[in-house]
Nanobody, 123 residues
Framework: QVQVVESGGGLVQAGGSLRLSCAASGRAFSRIVMGWFRQAPGKERQFVAGISWTGGTYYADSVKGRFTISRDNAKNTVYLQMNSLKPEDTAVYYC?????????????????WGHGTQVTVSS
């Protein structure tokens, strides 16, 4: 069984910053992709950012230049630094693990998920 646990969400004013963390435990992975998705009320879960085992990064167009994903492989931990936050970034943010090592942009390709952390950006 794999456990994925997110932390770091909260309430912030527009223009502010938050840092999300995600730790995966319970199994050793040799080549995993870790990704962040978000889901706003009434909307589908959408890709935000992903990072490969070697550090290659991928972003949704809506967050490029504002969000930065990074990882600590020794700890199986990934981070999402979110700057210049906008009200439209408000959502539940989910961390996910893709154990095949391939970057995918759709949620159905990811194997393990956290329970999510709420990010609310006030205007």
């Amino acid at each position: 069984q794999v456990q994925v646990v997110e932390s770091g969400g909260g309430l912030v004013q527009a223009g502010g910053s938050l840092r999300l963390s995600c730790a995966a435990s319970g199994r050793a992975f040799s080549r995993i992709v870790m990704g962040w998705f978000r889901q706003a009320p009434g909307k589908e879960r959408q890709f935000v950012a992903g990072i490969s085992w070697t550090g290659g990064t991928y972003y949704a167009d809506s967050v490029k230049g504002r969000f930065t994903i990074s990882r600590d492989n020794a700890k199986n931990t990934v981070y999402l630094q979110m700057n210049s936050l906008k009200p439209e970034d408000t959502a539940v943010y989910y961390c996910a693990v893709q154990s095949s090592g391939t970057i995918y942009y759709t949620a159905d390709k990811y194997d393990f998920w956290g329970h999510g952390t709420q990010v609310t950006v006030s205007s």
